[in-house]
């Protein structure tokens, strides 16, 4: 309790970690347990049909959540192009808190920090653990190809590190998290030394759900194109440009990767892939969590809902740092 005390998360993230960790995937209303696990099973085939139904089951839920006791500031400008803002989710009488900054999805061609109730229940749930929250938009392809995300997420951290104090927040305790393509440019930037600025990354670590991160297109991926439209249609670059072959470049940072039963296709896999490849490089193995009965959107969708599973288990990660 002493330690979670000395890192900032407050009196809030101290009772729930010490709490038993019963907030998982039973505490959803029975509806949405049962229409998720009709979802699950089909997921992969068919995720233009899947990804809506999920949001609309959790919608609800999100706009009955709590909200209270966290101030938003939103769209914040970080540089100079429209897209590069941020909303800060800033608990009240806050002081030198650690710092979550989050980026979300969207296949790296679409996806806004604001899409309905999703992504803002991500910046509400850590606020009101006493964490300063960032959500942030940023360049998408086709019109920002690679490294602009990367780029844009090391711009994020600049700016935060240098106004960080006038919202609460300690510079010098930044985590990033990314979900999808989100993971994927989190990846990017704290494993490829080449896209961080000279002093390092700066940040703790990095929570990275769902994302890819090995380049390989697959006609059948109904976001290969997509992902082309970032990375290029030239696969002779895609080892160069693949998050997993930097994960000796620079500072080895901490990392807590997630994957759910029914994620989208391939990500999983790729998931897996870098649990192994970080196990090999340190001789053991990084936080890992597979959610059962949950898919690729709902993982997300059900922070500050009554499933909190992966929410506790990100500010233990973070609290232990490992």
């Not at 994302?211 to 970032?230: E, F, I, T, V």
């Not at 998931?271 to 009965?293: I, T, V």
Request: glycine residues 10%.
């Amino acid at each position: 309790m002493n330690r979670l005390r000395a890192i900032g998360l407050g009196v809030a993230a101290t009772c729930l970690l010490a709490a038993p960790a019963a907030a998982q995937f039973s505490r959803l209303p029975g509806y949405v347990q049962d229409e998720l696990k009709a979802i699950g099973p089909g997921f992969q085939h068919d995720i233009r049909t899947a990804i809506p139904a999920t949001i609309r089951l959790f919608d609800p839920l999100l706009k009955a959540a709590p909200k209270d006791g966290v101030t938003v500031t939103k769209n914040l400008a970080y540089g100079a192009d429209p897209a590069q803002v941020l909303d800060v989710y800033q608990p009240v009488e806050l002081k030198k808190a650690p710092i979550l900054i989050f980026m979300h999805g969207g296949a790296y061609v679409a996806g806004d920090k604001d899409d309905g109730e999703l992504y803002g229940n991500i910046g509400y749930w850590f606020a009101r653990r006493r964490l300063l929250a960032f959500n942030i938009n940023y360049r998408l392809a086709p019109a920002s190809k690679w490294p602009g995300a990367a780029n844009d997420l090391s711009s994020v951290i600049g700016w935060v590190k240098a106004h960080a104090a006038q919202y609460g927040g300690d510079p010098n305790r930044i985590w990033l998290m990314g979900h999808s393509a989100g993971a994927t440019h989190v990846a990017t930037y704290v494993f490829d030394k080449a896209l961080q600025p000279e002093d390092g990354p700066g940040v703790l670590g990095a929570i990275l759900i769902s994302g890819r991160y090995r380049l390989h297109y697959d006609p059948k991926d109904p976001n290969g194109k997509n992902m082309q439209a970032y990375f290029g249609d030239d696969p002779k670059l895609y080892p160069l440009r693949s998050a997993i072959n930097h994960i000796n470049d620079g500072i080895k940072l901490p990392v807590f990767l997630a994957i759910t039963e029914y994620d989208n296709p391939g990500l999983d896999v790729s998931g897996a892939e870098l649990l192994a490849a970080l196990c090999r490089r340190d001789g053991a193995c990084p936080r890992f969590m597979r959610q059962l009965y949950h898919n690729h959107i709902s993982e997300v969708a059900a922070f500050n809902s009554p499933d909190e599973a992966l929410g506790r288990e990100i500010l233990d990660f973070m609290q232990r740092g490992r």
